[in-house]
Nanobody, 125 residues
Framework: QVQLVESGGGLVQAGGSLRLSCTVSGLTFGDVSMGWFRQVPGKEREGVSCIDWGGSIDTYAKSVEGRFAISRDNAKNTLYLQMNNLRPEDTAMYYC??????????????????WGQGTQVTVSL
């Protein structure tokens, strides 16, 4: 059974940093591209960043480019999102999921049945 567990969220002041983690089980992590997504209540889930299976090709939404960095450790079955210079508009629940594409198509929310519980990021002024 596929399981994704996100962690690392919290409350931080604007300009601060957080590092999110996503631990994956139930699939061959090193064979799949992965993405981070976020959702605010009342709004659709949106793509934040994605990375290819080998960790060499990454893509970012324009709203986070230059501030966020995605990475992965295939030996640990873990995906990361380093978030710097956080803004109040980054406040959301963050989720990870495997994606079928890299590049901008990888930012499209996948049709995925095993979303984790997410990790809440709250950025205050």
């Amino acid at each position: 059974q596929v399981q994704l567990v996100e962690s690392g969220g919290g409350l931080v002041q604007a300009g601060g940093s957080l590092r999110l983690s996503c631990t994956v089980s139930g699939l061959t992590f090193g064979d799949v591209s992965m993405g981070w997504f976020r959702q605010v209540p009342g709004k659709e889930r949106e793509g934040v960043s994605c990375i290819d299976w080998g960790g060499s090709i990454d893509t970012y939404a324009k709203s986070v480019e230059g501030r966020f960095a995605i990475s992965r450790d295939n030996a640990k079955n873990t995906l990361y999102l380093q978030m710097n210079n956080l803004r109040p508009e980054d406040t959301a629940m963050y989720y990870c999921a495997p994606v079928a594409f890299i590049g901008t198509r990888g930012l499209e929310v996948p049709d995925f049945n095993y979303w984790g519980q997410g990790t809440q990021v709250t950025v205050s002024l």
